[in-house]
């Protein structure tokens, strides 16, 4: 470089630039806090939920499973969880803290409805107080509340909040029901608010818990948004808080005692969580051993149970002292626990009827068993406390005892305990659109333009949205050619087997677990004897033969009629049939065998025989024998034929095109 360009040379700094984070004054604790609660009152109530905040395609009525997450900074309780997170962390953390599990889970537009009502039901059941009798809901200020008021107030809430709140050492607070009003008292005030909720003590497991079910209002009748946060840390916080409060800070000696006990426990315990936290990558080196009695003893812990883990193929030994976890070990231990639970409650309801079962009888099913059971429900119960479907134990006529969850509480409305069902997975109903399809197919090939023209001509389409209906169609083939149903040749010809109803019906009941219940009796065994309806276990011997039903020979041997069940089916329904002909003031005409009936599917009935629909046509009604595929018809026209004691029900078939 020259002289002359050194010359020229003349540097312009420009703006300082804010691209690059600068270190900044380090603020007060004071200052902080002011700005923590200056950002808490300009956040909007009606922003999300934490980390489940709810979006418009959230269907009604679901489940949202709450959980933390990064950046969760609106809703109640936010002040709290900042406070707690710029003071030292969560106090429930620390060692001698009482520990307390605390589950939660988010309604959406809980309302009235049946399900609403049998969680609060369920909750409230037999033997779940200390005394084995009735749980008893309370509130903050009623010993006795009344739970239908609760649902009343909450009928238009658009959402709901359910916890379980567990404290580990739960059996020596003093009082339960005290300890949860301290706790939703700290909760209100933690987030700035009053709430409606009511409660149910259980004391029918190990550990005494507490159903809480909190409204989703505030005291304003604002809806209720509590940071996920909160929901996730702090209500355990201030729940372990009040145990610590009561019972003292837990000693050392008995978190050894407690660490100690989870060594050879079938579950995913505290050791196995401290070991997969700090397992670089899934390996473990324990061969040194610390100088300081505390990690002396965490690694003889840590230690034996691996030992334990390695007999169960969930830990491999490399070299003395060095582990490697099983990539599986956390989801198998979890479905161990959940298997070891069902089976002990499994013998519970065994126990309870005098029963005893070899444990390789039982049969653990998650959702409709792949082939019916039929037998009698020793038990049922929510599938999980804070959602509302049910679970059901049967004791079945195959020799095995059937637990099978996630029934859909409707389903089993009408059976109770010891009534006699059939369960099973939903029949597989065949679509409107897919008859339409096969039907507006011409050689195996549908044309989506031809069924455009076809729905213009015949102008039946709700709306007048033409294309969008032919567009539903075509997704509905896309859909099914995923699962080799159906061949796409180009976007105006779509190649369709000749056999498309049914496999598509059989697809769609394939993906829908939802188990189909058939009550067979409402009563149990005991109570069938004697009655004069067609029961499912009939022993009634002589009361055959006093009918005229059945003869007796010399050797003592009962000879019944020729087609005996259904002429005391015709006899019961025929019964029923003048009963409710009385109340209706329509005159009731018994179907023949072979008749096609058709007319307003308008009502059930239970009789002793089975469960029969209310079909009415004209100035007269019939029964006939009810199957669940007609629910949906409930007040429309329906038309079946009566073969054999049984309906083939046939439905979508009216004219015209629908989906």
Same mark, same amino acid.
């Given at each position: 470089?020259s002289?002359?360009d050194?010359?020229?040379f003349?540097p312009k700094?420009?703006?300082?630039?804010?691209d690059?984070p600068r270190?900044g004054?380090?603020k007060?604790?004071?200052?902080?806090?002011?700005?923590i609660a200056?950002q808490?009152?300009?956040?909007?109530?009606?922003v999300?939920f934490g980390?489940?905040?709810?979006?418009?395609?959230? %269907?009604a009525?679901?489940h949202?499973v709450?959980?933390?997450?990064?950046?969760?900074?609106?809703g109640r309780?936010a002040?709290f969880?900042?406070?707690?997170?710029?003071?030292? =962390?969560w106090?429930?953390?620390?060692?001698?803290a009482r520990r $307390?599990?605390?589950?939660?889970?988010y309604?959406?537009?809980p309302g009235?409805?049946?399900?609403?009502?049998?969680?609060?039901?369920y909750?409230q059941?037999d033997?779940?107080?200390?005394? @084995?009798?009735r749980? #008893?809901?309370?509130?903050?200020?009623?010993?006795?509340?009344d739970g239908?008021?609760f649902?009343e107030r909450?009928?238009?809430?658009r959402?709901?909040?359910?916890l379980?709140?567990?404290?580990e050492?739960?059996?020596?607070l003093s009082?339960?029901t005290?300890?949860?009003?301290?706790?939703m008292?700290?909760?209100?005030?933690?987030?700035?608010?009053?709430?409606d909720?009511?409660?149910?003590?259980h004391?029918?497991?190990?550990?005494p818990?507490?159903? $809480?079910?909190?409204r989703?209002?505030?005291?304003?009748?604002?809806?209720l948004?509590i940071? @996920?946060?909160?929901?996730?840390?702090?209500?355990?916080?201030r729940?372990s808080?009040?145990a610590?409060?009561?019972l003292?800070h837990?000693?050392?000696i008995? #978190?050894?005692?407690?660490?100690?006990?989870e060594i050879?426990?079938?579950r995913?315990?505290?050791i196995?969580r401290a070991?997969?936290?700090e397992?670089?990558g899934r390996f473990l080196d324990?061969?040194?051993e610390p100088?300081e009695p505390?990690?002396?003893f965490e690694?003889t812990?840590?230690?034996r149970r691996l030992?334990?883990l390695?007999?169960?193929?969930?830990?491999?030994e490399?070299?003395?002292?060095?582990?490697?976890l099983n990539?599986r070990?956390e %989801?198998t231990?979890?479905e161990?626990?959940?298997? =070891?639970?069902?089976?002990?409650?499994? #013998?519970?309801s065994?126990a309870?009827?005098g029963?005893?079962?070899d444990p390789?009888?039982?049969?653990?099913?998650?959702g409709? %068993?792949?082939s019916s059971?039929?037998?009698?429900v020793?038990?049922k119960?929510l599938a999980n406390e804070?959602?509302?479907?049910?679970?059901?134990?049967?004791?079945?006529?195959?020799?095995h005892t059937?637990?099978i969850a996630?029934?859909?509480?409707m389903?089993?409305?009408?059976?109770r305990?010891?009534s006699?069902?059939?369960?099973?997975r939903?029949?597989?109903?065949?679509r409107?659109?897919?008859r339409?399809?096969?039907t507006?197919a011409?050689d195996?090939i549908?044309? %989506?333009s031809?069924h455009?023209?076809?729905?213009?001509?015949?102008?039946?389409v709700?709306?007048g949205?033409?294309e969008g209906?032919v567009?539903?169609?075509?997704?509905?083939?896309?859909?099914?050619?995923?699962?080799?149903i @159906?061949?796409?040749?180009?976007a105006?010809?779509? &190649?369709?087997?000749?056999?498309? $109803?049914?496999?598509a019906?059989?697809?769609?009941?394939?993906?829908d677990?939802?188990?189909?219940v058939?009550?067979?009796?409402?009563?149990?065994l005991e109570?069938?004897?004697g009655?004069?309806?067609?029961t499912w276990l009939d022993?009634r011997s002589e009361?055959h033969?006093?009918?005229?039903?059945?003869?007796?020979?010399?050797d003592g &041997?009962v000879?019944?009629r020729?087609n005996l069940l259904a002429t005391?089916?015709e006899?019961?329904?025929?019964?029923?049939?003048?009963e409710?002909?009385?109340r209706?003031?329509?005159?009731?005409?018994?179907?023949t065998e072979g008749?096609?009936?058709s007319?307003?599917?308008t +009502?059930?009935?239970?009789?002793?025989s089975?469960?029969?629909?209310i079909?009415e046509?004209g100035h007269?009604?019939?029964?006939?024998?009810w199957r669940?595929v007609?629910?949906?018809?409930?007040?429309?026209?329906?038309m +079946?034929v009566?073969?054999?004691?049984?309906?083939s029900?046939?439905?979508?078939r009216?004219?015209g095109?629908?989906?």
């Open positions: 470089m002289t002359d050194e010359d020229r003349r700094p420009g703006r300082i630039r804010s690059t270190a004054k380090t007060s604790f004071l200052t902080q806090a002011k700005k200056r808490q009152r300009r956040t909007s109530p009606r999300g980390a489940a905040a709810l979006t418009p395609a959230t %269907p009525g679901s949202v709450l959980s933390s997450g990064k950046g969760v900074k609106r309780g002040v969880v900042r406070t707690r997170n710029l003071g030292g =962390g106090h429930h953390r620390q060692p001698g $307390v599990m605390v589950q939660q889970r309604i959406l537009n009235m409805g049946r399900k609403a009502q049998s969680h609060l039901r909750i059941r033997g779940t107080s200390r005394d @084995g009798e749980g #008893q809901l309370y509130s903050r200020t009623e010993d006795r509340a239908d008021a649902l909450g009928r238009d809430d959402h709901q909040f359910r379980i709140v567990s404290p050492d739960g059996a020596e009082d339960l005290a300890y949860t009003r301290d706790l008292g700290r909760m209100e005030a933690d987030l700035g608010t009053g709430l909720w009511v409660a149910v003590n004391y029918n497991t190990g550990h818990h507490v159903h $809480v079910i909190v989703g209002k505030d005291e304003l009748r604002q809806d948004v940071n @996920g946060d909160y929901i996730v840390h702090g209500v355990r916080e729940a808080e009040l610590t409060l009561e003292g837990v000693r050392e008995e #978190q050894s005692r407690k660490l100690t006990a050879d426990q079938d995913f315990t505290r196995d070991m997969t936290e397992a670089d324990l061969r040194h100088g505390k990690r002396q690694r812990l840590r230690l030992s334990k390695g007999r169960m193929g969930l830990a491999t490399h070299a003395p002292g060095v582990w490697e990539e070990l %989801p231990l979890r161990l626990s959940e298997r =070891g639970d069902i089976i002990r409650t499994m #013998q519970k065994l309870a009827d029963l005893e079962r390789l009888t039982l049969r653990i099913h998650e409709a %068993p792949a059971v039929t037998g009698r020793l038990d119960y804070l959602g509302d479907n049910l679970t059901v134990v049967v004791d079945g006529i195959d020799g059937h637990h996630n029934v859909d509480p389903q089993l409305e009408d059976a305990i010891g006699v069902i059939e369960i099973g939903a029949e597989a109903t065949a409107t659109s897919d339409t399809i096969a507006i011409e195996g549908y044309r %989506p031809r455009l023209e076809q729905a213009k001509f015949e102008g039946r709700p709306g949205d033409y209906y567009d539903a169609h075509v997704r509905r083939l896309e859909a099914l050619r995923r699962v080799g @159906g061949e796409r040749v180009d105006e010809q779509w &190649r369709i087997p000749d056999d498309l $109803v049914s496999r019906a059989a697809y769609d009941a394939g993906r677990r939802q188990a189909s058939r009550v067979l009796s409402a009563v149990d109570r069938q004897i009655s004069d309806g067609a022993r009361h033969v006093e009918q005229g039903d059945a003869t007796r020979a010399r &041997r000879f019944y020729r005391l089916r006899r019961e329904v025929a019964r029923v049939g003048v409710i002909a009385d209706k003031a329509l005159p009731f005409r018994a179907a008749e096609t009936v007319g307003k599917f +009502g059930t009935v239970r009789l002793l089975g469960k029969f629909a079909v046509k007269e009604f019939t029964l006939l024998p669940p007609i629910d949906r018809q409930l007040g429309r026209e329906v +079946g009566v073969q054999g004691g049984s309906v029900w046939q439905l979508g009216q004219r095109i629908n989906i």
